[in-house]
């Protein structure tokens, strides 16, 4: 406690150290709309020495995006994974991830699939950083600005669409002016979900209602509470040619296959997230932002897989998850201006309690958690799971073989202090450091799988509970200085660190000795050139160098390794060419090599990249054609299987006969290319969506 009161006084006090100067005055430059708003301190996106893609509302809808993995696709530096069919998944520069995502700013790093409906913009950075956002962010990461209640508008919005594919959605925004100084706006979304696979079907429900008050005219509070709820299907993919011969590619006369069924094959999702933030403009020049974000997570997923595919025969594995976790996110921030420049002071707590176990499918006939089935071309679909390869009848189950039981509790406590400082009229520096004290605490439950008997192969808990903890104190830093010939163009290089503790990403077990270890450690060199062209362009080019060490046993106790060795440039230009025209172009070449092995990374294409044009061919009409090129790409090892390389074409029209309403077709894969985005592993590919046609009706009044 007395810590925490400390690092509270420690950031109101810079408040009276720049105070004085009442001439000074805050801009109001939070980045939004076009600049990132989670920066701190805030500044425009071309005095940012780093690479950001930022999506707007607008892009979502007319780009037809309805998930994260949609607006990756036309992100350069960023691809997907498959996250096993119930979770975004994101590969950034190399750096996979399944929990650098964020709201607002704070953690939100469960696994499943977010909904976009109450999103202002998402904003992606590239390169490690941990400076803004904490642990994690070590290849990038992702942050969704959520729409808020505005003071003063009156305003609606009704959207629907349905697809080829048999889906629906609709989603209605609202906003009222309740006072003076009091505003109320709801969101809502409700999605029937499909696809062009087989048993593939899903509902999600959402609803976010958001009040921001005006107490007076320089502190506002919002308060907003979400719910979501969420079921889908979970399509593993399918298998690739056999590892010791063959061409190492998906096999496509299996891609109509699906392994699984909606009732072994299943993910569910309760959320409840409550926010409130409080902002306080104490004087011209500086001001206060305490944020307070609650929130528990229920998710389920349960599922069967290929883990094995050779002459026909198809080795199924699968299990049960698990996961109830509870978030307490406290942040305090001071934000001033002064006449060289603005600094910036804050803590963030963080107090997570994370319960999580598994079970592994139990086949009658083996004993365990694997069973075989032929799988040919000429196999019925679906796929029959009650009669395995050799005739036997079979069954599985969830529940009765225990794989691993876990509670953990976290406990993060953060100081940070970043400026930009005006060196001349051309020169910005952009200096910080961000200190964490991150304690751990992992109880793993003993459990005995007993190999004969009545129970065999049936694993549960066995009263050898242990507990493992874990202290880590780190400091990474963050430079960058920027080069401005003109209020236009920018040329930068900058410098970050970010970490990722030995608990890993979703915080179920330090491994082997691994509570030992010291945090994983990545490094960031980026050099580039943006510029803002008159019309609305903006280019921007960027040469990275990343660089991951982490500890390993080495039988001595342990070793620093670099583990990755990454570097690659980017190219994207965005926005608008003249009154009718706009793109939105990205590429980005990547090389990623795991340094113990010598071997590429996995899913990291060598090459990708996209293009999105817009012709406005009048106040009625528009139509865009869009393009992705992802290159081959290594699923698990250098000898292969491998995934293909491909290229997508996408389309869409807008029309709008009155400035209230207007229809839009969506016709993704327009060519009907068949192909294979990520894999989790091999034998477990994904097959991309065939050719769908999505008609939307959006209605604002």
Do not use: C
């Amino acid at each position: 406690m007395k810590k925490f009161i400390y690092l509270i006084a420690l950031v109101v006090s810079t408040s009276a150290i720049f105070a004085q100067d009442e001439e000074l005055e805050v801009k109001g430059n939070v980045l939004q709309k076009d600049q990132v708003n989670s920066l701190q301190p805030p500044m425009p996106v071309l005095d940012v020495p780093q690479s950001v893609s930022i999506i707007t509302v607008e892009d979502i809808r007319n780009q037809g995006f309805r998930q994260i993995g949609d607006l990756i696709r036309y992100t350069p530096g960023v691809n997907t994974s498959q996250g096993e069919g119930h979770r975004d998944a994101v590969v950034f520069r190399g750096v996979r991830s399944t929990a650098d995502f964020y709201q607002d700013g704070v953690r939100d790093d469960v696994q499943y699939y977010r909904s976009l409906y109450n999103v202002e913009q998402v904003e992606i950075l590239k390169g490690a950083n941990a400076l803004l956002f904490g642990r994690g962010g070590t290849g990038g990461l992702i942050n969704r600005v959520s729409k808020t209640a505005k003071i003063g508008e009156t305003f609606g919005g009704l959207e629907s669409g349905v697809d080829s594919f048999g889906g629906a959605d609709v989603s209605l925004d609202g906003n009222i002016q309740v006072s003076d100084t009091i505003a109320f706006r709801i969101n809502f979304h409700a999605d029937s979900l499909a696809n062009h696979r087989d048993m593939f079907d899903g509902d999600r429900v959402g609803v976010n209602p958001t009040m921001r008050f005006e107490i007076d005219p320089s502190t506002t509070l919002d308060l907003s509470y979400e719910y979501a709820d969420h079921e889908r299907f979970i399509d593993r993919g399918i298998p690739t040619d056999d590892v010791s011969g063959g061409t190492n590619f998906p096999i496509d006369s299996l891609n109509k296959f699906v392994i699984g069924t909606s009732d072994l094959n299943k993910t569910t999702l309760e959320a409840n997230i409550l926010k409130g933030n409080l902002v306080h403009n104490y004087s011209d020049s500086g001001k206060l932002n305490f944020s307070i974000t609650a929130n528990d997570f229920n998710k389920m997923y349960k599922n069967l897989y290929a883990s094995d595919y050779a002459s026909g025969i198809v080795t199924l594995d699968g299990y049960a998850d698990v996961t109830l976790r509870e978030t307490l996110s406290i942040s305090l921030s001071n934000v001033n201006e002064f006449d060289r420049g603005t600094l910036a002071v804050g803590i963030d707590i963080l107090d997570t309690e994370n319960n999580n176990f598994r079970y592994n499918t139990f086949w009658s006939t083996t004993k365990d958690d694997n069973e075989t089935f032929a799988l040919t071309s000429s196999t019925p679909r679906p796929l029959n799971f009650n009669v395995d390869a050799d005739g036997n009848l079979t069954y599985v189950d969830y529940t009765s073989d225990l794989n691993n039981k876990s509670d953990t509790d976290i406990e993060v406590t953060s100081l940070y202090l970043t400026g930009n400082i005006d060196l001349s009229d051309q020169w910005k520096m952009i200096l910080g450091a961000r200190y964490d004290d991150v304690s751990i605490s992992i109880k793993q439950y003993g459990i005995t799988t007993p190999s004969s008997g009545a129970n065999q192969g049936k694993g549960a808990v066995n009263g050898t509970d242990v507990t493992k903890s874990r202290d880590d104190s780190t400091i990474s830093p963050r430079f960058g200085v920027i080069y401005k010939p003109q209020d236009n163009m920018s040329l930068y290089l900058s410098y970050s660190e970010s970490f990722i503790p030995r608990s890993g990403e979703q915080y179920k077990t330090f491994g082997t000795s691994g509570e030992r270890f010291d945090p994983d450690v990545f490094e960031n060199t980026e050099v580039g050139f943006k510029y803002d062209t008159d019309s609305g362009l903006s280019l921007a080019l960027s040469y990275f160098d990343m660089e991951q060490t982490k500890a390993a046993e080495d039988g001595t106790g342990g070793t620093e390794t670099r583990a990755l060795a990454i570097d690659g440039f980017e190219i994207t230009l965005n926005g608008d060419i003249d009154e009718r025209n706009a793109i939105r172009f990205g590429l980005a070449s990547v090389d990623a090599v795991r340094n113990t092995s010598g071997d590429k990374a996995k899913e990291v294409p060598d090459l990708t990249y996209s293009l999105w044009y817009t012709h406005q061919a009048n106040d009625m009409f528009s139509i865009s054609l869009g393009a992705t090129y992802q290159d081959e790409s290594v699923i698990n090892s250098a000898s292969g299987p491998f995934l293909p390389d491909y290229t997508r074409f996408d389309m869409a029209m807008s029309i709008t006969p009155t400035e209230n309403d207007s229809v839009r077709i969506n016709i993704e894969n327009l060519g009907d290319e068949t192909y294979y985005p990520h894999s989790h592993s091999n034998h477990q590919v994904s097959v991309g969506e065939s050719q769908n046609v999505r008609i939307s009706y959006s209605r604002s009044f």
